[in-house]
C-alpha cells in the first residue's frame, strides 16, 4: 500500500477529508487530538473500492458480513469521550474491530489498542490492513467480545462498537480504577451512548445521546 493509496485523490483526496472534519467540528466534536487523528486516518482503504467515493460522506457505510463501518461522527464522539473520561490512556480495549477503522482512530490517541473481533474474516482483513499502514501498536484477537480479553487488561478504557442489551459482567472486571467505558447499550431502535465509570468504590453510569449500532453477539464465526 503506497502513499498515493493512503492520500487519496478526488473524493478520497486530504481535502475532502479535511472537509469532513470541519463538518465534525460543527457538529460539536471538539478535542484537537480526536480531530487530528480523524483527519489522519484514509477511511476510504477501509471500505470496498466502490464505494470509496462515499468514504467521507458523515455516514455509515457496508463492509460485509451484515456489519457496517461506522459513521466519522460516531467514531469521533465514542474517541472523544473516551479521551474526556482519562486523558492518559494506556491500554485500552476494543470490542468490535470490524475493518478496523476505529481502531486506527485509536491507535493516535492512546499507547496500545486490544481489539477483539468476532468474525474470522473481518479480524483477519483488519489486522492486515492495519499492519500495511504501518500501525505498530494495535494487537487483534479473534473471539467473543462478551469475553474481553482477560490476559492483557485491566484496562484503562474499553469502547464497544456494538450494542449489547446490557453491559457484560465481564467488562466491568477488566476495567481498572479510573478508567472508562463507553458503548452503545439496549435493543434496536433503543439504544443510548453510556459512558461508565469506575471508581474506588465503585461504577458511575451516564446515558448520553441516542445512537443505533447493529447488536453485540456472543461466540465467534
Not at 111 to 131: F, K, P, T, W
Not at 139 to 168: C, M, N
Request: charged share 20%; aromatic share 6%; hydrophobic share 40%.
Amino acid at each position: 500500500m503506497g502513499l498515493h493509496d493512503r492520500e487519496g485523490i478526488g473524493m478520497t483526496s486530504r481535502r475532502t477529508r479535511d472537509r469532513l472534519v470541519t463538518r465534525l467540528r460543527d457538529a460539536g466534536i471538539s478535542h484537537p487530538r480526536v480531530l487530528s487523528a480523524i483527519a489522519n486516518t484514509p477511511r476510504h482503504l477501509f471500505v470496498d473500492e466502490a464505494l470509496a467515493s462515499r468514504a467521507y460522506e458523515d455516514a455509515s457505510l457496508p463492509i460485509g458480513h451484515q456489519q457496517t463501518i461506522s459513521q466519522p461522527y460516531i467514531v469521533a464522539l465514542m474517541s472523544q469521550a473516551l479521551l474526556d473520561g482519562n486523558s492518559k490512556h494506556s491500554r485500552v480495549l476494543e470490542i468490535g474491530t470490524g475493518c478496523g477503522y476505529q481502531t486506527m482512530v485509536l491507535s493516535q490517541l492512546v499507547n496500545l489498542v486490544y481489539s477483539v473481533e468476532r468474525i474470522g474474516a473481518l479480524h483477519q482483513q483488519a489486522r492486515d490492513r492495519l499492519y500495511d499502514l504501518k500501525i505498530r501498536n494495535a494487537y487483534f484477537k479473534h473471539g467473543d467480545g462478551f469475553e474481553g480479553w482477560q490476559e492483557q487488561g485491566p484496562f484503562s478504557g474499553i469502547l464497544i462498537t456494538a450494542a449489547p442489551e446490557r453491559v457484560p459482567d465481564s467488562l466491568y472486571h477488566q476495567l481498572s480504577v479510573g478508567g472508562v467505558m463507553i458503548l452503545p447499550e439496549g435493543e434496536k431502535r433503543l439504544q443510548r451512548l453510556i459512558t461508565i465509570t469506575r471508581t474506588a468504590s465503585g461504577f458511575q453510569r451516564h446515558e448520553g445521546a441516542c445512537v443505533n449500532f447493529v447488536p453485540m453477539l456472543s461466540g465467534v464465526i
